[in-house]
C-alpha cells in the first residue's frame, strides 16, 4: 500500500508539472502579425495612430511571450494582425492621399515663417552619409530570444538602404549573432533568422534580394566575452558586411 501511494503522490505532482507547463509559444500567430506588421510600414504615414497602436501591440505581446503567458500573447498577435492589415488595406485603396501626406512632411514648409536651416551649414558624418562608399555601417541588435528588429535600429536599416540604393553594384552579407545562452544549434537557427529578419527589412525598402546574402555565427563570434546582460546585448546582433 505504501508504494502504491508513493506512486499516487508521484504522478499526481507529475501531471501538475505537465499541466502548468501546458500550452506552446503562438508561433503561427506571431509569424502572421509581423509579417502583416511589416506589410504596414507603408502606410503608416497616412495613418499614424493606428500603425503606432499596432506597434505598441506588438510589443506587449512579445513580452507576454517572455512572461510565457502564451494565450494573452496569441490574442494579442491577432490584434496586431487585424490592426495591421487595416492599415495595408487603407494605404492601397488610398495610394494618392498617402502620398500627398508624405510629400508634405518632406517639403519643408514652416508655419510661422522660421526659415529652414540651410542644409549646407550642417556637418554630414561621413561614417552615417550614405553618399559615401566607405560609409562604416551599424549594427542592429535585438533582444533576449528575439528576431524582430528593435524600433530604434529601423533607421539604421534605412541607412543602409540608402547606401546600397547609391552605389547598386555592391552586395552586402549579413552576419546574424546570438549571446551565449541556449544550445548551440538553437542559437545557430536564431542568428539565420535575425539575419533573414534585416534582410527582408532591406527587400521592403527596394533592395533587390539577389544583393543580399546571410550567415549565422549563432554564439561563436561574441564582441563582448563577459556574461551579463550588457554583454549579451551586444552580442545578440546582426553586422553588414561587404561582399564586393
Not at 30 to 36: G, P, V, W
Not at 207 to 234: H, L
Request: glycine share 4%.
Amino acid at each position: 500500500m505504501k508504494q502504491i501511494f508513493e506512486f499516487c503522490v508521484v504522478a499526481v505532482f507529475v501531471f501538475t508539472m505537465v499541466c502548468s507547463c501546458a500550452g506552446n509559444p503562438p508561433k503561427d500567430e506571431r509569424e502572421l502579425a509581423e509579417k502583416a506588421f511589416a506589410d504596414a510600414e507603408a502606410g503608416k504615414d497616412c495613418d499614424r495612430e493606428n500603425y503606432l497602436a499596432a506597434e505598441e501591440l506588438l510589443n506587449q505581446a512579445r513580452e507576454e511571450i517572455n512572461k510565457k503567458n502564451y494565450d494573452k500573447a496569441k490574442e494579442l498577435f491577432k490584434a496586431v494582425k487585424e490592426k495591421s492589415e487595416a492599415i495595408a488595406k487603407y494605404y492601397r485603396e488610398h495610394p494618392d492621399e498617402c502620398m500627398k501626406d508624405k510629400n508634405k512632411k518632406g517639403d519643408g514648409e514652416d508655419d510661422g515663417g522660421i526659415k529652414e536651416e540651410d542644409a549646407s551649414s550642417k556637418a554630414v558624418d561621413p561614417n552615417a552619409d550614405p553618399t559615401n562608399p566607405d560609409m562604416e555601417f551599424q549594427v542592429v541588435h535585438f533582444e533576449y530570444n528575439e528576431y524582430a528588429v528593435l524600433a530604434e535600429d529601423l533607421p539604421k536599416i534605412e541607412l543602409m538602404a540608402q547606401w546600397m540604393i547609391n552605389f547598386p553594384e555592391r552586395v552586402v552579407r549579413i552576419e546574424g549573432h546570438a549571446d551565449e545562452r541556449g544550445s548551440v544549434d538553437y542559437n545557430l537557427s536564431l542568428g539565420e533568422k535575425r539575419a533573414m529578419e534585416v534582410k527582408n527589412k532591406l527587400i521592403q525598402t527596394g533592395i533587390d534580394s539577389a544583393r543580399i546574402k546571410i550567415v549565422s555565427y549563432g554564439e561563436e563570434r561574441p564582441i563582448d566575452p563577459a556574461s551579463n546582460e550588457e554583454a549579451w546585448f551586444k552580442n545578440r546582433r546582426a553586422e553588414f558586411k561587404r561582399e564586393n
